[in-house]
């Protein structure tokens, strides 16, 4: 197992770590091929997110349906698909994670990610509806079927030709194989430790809930996944924002100030809580861009599957439908997110802390000349403390840090009264104090980080004592509803690759891994399934780029014909006789 954990770490290394080295950071390559990709679409395209934003939201809206047109699901149910499979623990713990590390300023380039996603989105979203394959449902084809698939094997194979074929297998296995993990298991892993945490529930009880809602919706293929993602998106993301908005009211006269911070932070940062004493320009964007990206997916290739399934015979009418899901994901949620943990102060503070020794937060840190840290460095063999401060500080010394920031005391005690003087012991997870006593944990205080540092925001910025409630729930519904948008992600894979007699058997291996899921611990998962997501990249964005001047043709065509203000007549005329007017 070990050297299982070895070679998937050094896959990561490879595929995330990879880069440009400038001073003591690294830009991987995936980071610069998406932001270059970003940069490209936006400006080949005549910057389509800002002419097409407005247009976007009125096709969204439904009121240019038609339902004659071939497809699966309507504009709005593909959008609320998609944005079931990107919002989500992103828009919670990645944001807290973002300012941990780079401070305010990380949410600037946050937005400069999403602002360049939408071009990315609006291109491959697009293609994938040129080159999907759409086919005529037959009386006894049965629900799950589906009578559309695309994405980017799709595009890859048809716009590139027979030669890429290859390369459309390869993007089609590794992203169906990734739907088990990070968008499936993890899911509901992250779910059943929320729910035996937060109200005690037995882990393999909410697997067996959550696997069966799962498996009831996703057994009536796209069009019931539509149809409850239509209904689960919106109200989860609306229960979370409508509470975000709740406490910048109450906290009106702070909301400039801290949008302020932000900008200003972005170009001269004084680093997050985790960055102490670094307050590097590049520390600071680099944590909001990785984390943009991990958040809105643009250029990944998962969404474009979802939206190729939209009803419609104008390719650039769900191209324009998909650039909604950046700006909704990331310039809303996750400014939402952002400002709150800003304005209660929460990003920088530290909170009375239970210091586990053998928990995944611990880790440790060494002083470096100019007062800030290296992080990630290996243990000492002991740390000496006295009436709870380190003996031992300056240039060059080992301390023990949550979160990766270092501990200043440390107590035997929760309430925090009994300082500790002995030796902490890092590799026998132990701590013997002066008198011989043995502590297996001690206490101090520490900051947070993740969705708790989320929690104890939403917690601060609510009245009374149960904020932290509304982000327990809607991590409950994003894992849910990410689940079942990549189990669509996943079918349509198996189709592409082993035929429509793939489907039902993915779909109740899927199931079955979404219970295994719940129950197991699944920390490699996480890192193989980044790892794959990693690799889906690059031959979708590769294939975007070479079919640029497809995607430039189509919206060329439609913004000057119009064809939605003919759908609009038969949309009219389409609900005058579904209401026995017509």
């Given amino acids: ?30 980071v610069i091929l998406l932001l270059g990709a970003g940069v490209y679409f936006t400006v080949r395209l005549g910057f389509i997110q800002i002419r097409a934003l407005g247009h976007g939201f009125a096709v969204a809206s439904g009121r240019y349906d038609d339902p004659d047109e071939p497809g699966d699901v309507s504009h709005f149910q593909a959008l609320s698909t998609a944005l079931s499979a990107t ?39 697009t293609l994938a509806q040129v080159y999907r394959d759409v086919r005529e449902r037959k009386p006894d084809d049965p629900m799950w079927a589906g009578t559309v698939s695309g994405g980017p094997m799709y595009y890859i194979e048809k716009g590139l030709g027979m030669n890429w074929k290859p390369v459309a297998v390869f993007f089609a296995a590794l992203l169906g194989f990734t739907a088990f993990l990070s968008g499936n298991g993890v899911q509901a892993n992250t779910v059943a430790d929320v729910m035996r945490d937060g109200f005690s529930v037995p882990i393999w009880l909410t697997g067996l809930i959550t696997a069966t809602v799962v498996g009831a919706v996703i057994i009536g293929g796209i069009s019931r996944i539509g149809k409850v993602t239509g209904i689960l998106a919106p109200a989860m993301a609306g229960i979370y924002v409508a509470a975000a908005l709740v406490i910048l009211i109450l906290n009106w006269d702070q909301v400039l100030p801290s949008l302020a911070l932000v900008v200003t932070e972005a170009f001269n940062p004084s680093a997050g809580v985790a960055g102490a004493g670094v307050g590097a320009f590049l520390v600071t964007m680099m944590w909001g861009v990785r984390r943009g990206l991990f958040s809105n997916e643009a250029g990944q290739g998962s969404a474009p599957i979802a939206h190729a399934a939209a009803r419609t015979d104008e390719p650039v009418s769900e191209g324009v439908v998909a650039l909604l899901e950046p700006f909704i994901d990331t310039i809303v949620i996750c400014t939402m997110t952002a400002l709150v943990i800003i304005i209660t102060s929460s990003w920088d503070d530290r909170f009375p802390t239970h210091l586990t020794f053998t928990g995944g937060h611990m880790s440790f840190v060494e002083e470096r000349e100019d007062g800030g840290f290296r992080f990630f460095v290996s243990a000492p063999e002991q740390i000496e403390v006295a009436d709870g401060a380190p003996v031992a500080t300056g240039p060059g010394t080992r301390r023990l840090a949550w979160h990766e920031v270092a501990v200043d005391d440390f107590y035997v005690d929760a309430a925090q009264t009994i300082p ?68 669509y992600y996943g079918d349509r894979c198996a189709f592409y690759l082993f035929g429509e007699k793939a489907v039902l058997p993915y779909k109740i291996v899927f199931v079955g891994m979404h219970f295994l899921g719940a129950i197991v611990p699944l920390a490699l998962a996480w890192t193989i399934g980044d790892i794959f997501l990693g690799l889906v990249i690059i031959p979708n964005l590769i294939a975007v780029v070479l079919l640029t001047p497809k995607v430039r043709e189509h919206a060329k065509s439609y913004f000057q014909r119009q064809p939605w203000l003919q759908n609009a007549d038969v949309h009219r005329r389409a609900v005058d006789e579904r209401r026995g007017g017509g």
């Fill in 420 to 487: 500790f003087t002995g030796t902490i012991y890092p590799g026998q997870n132990r701590a013997v104090g002066a008198d011989g006593t043995e502590y297996a944990s001690l206490y101090g205080n520490a900051p947070q980080n993740g969705a708790p540092l989320t929690m104890v925001a939403f917690r601060r910025g609510l009245p009374g004592d149960w904020g932290h409630y509304i982000v327990l729930l809607t991590v409950l519904l994003f894992g849910i509803s990410t689940a079942i948008a990549w189990s």
């Fill in 1 to 30: 197992m070990e050297a299982i954990r070895q070679f998937v770490d050094r896959m990561e290394g490879w595929v995330w770590a990879s880069g440009i080295p400038v001073g003591d950071e690294t830009i991987p390559f995936v």
């Fill in 87 to 125: 919002v989500g623990i992103g828009n919670i713990a990645g944001v807290a994670i973002a300012l941990h590390w780079g401070g305010p300023g990380a949410l600037f380039w946050m937005w400069v990610t999403a602002f360049l996603g939408m071009a990315t989105k609006f291109a491959e979203v």
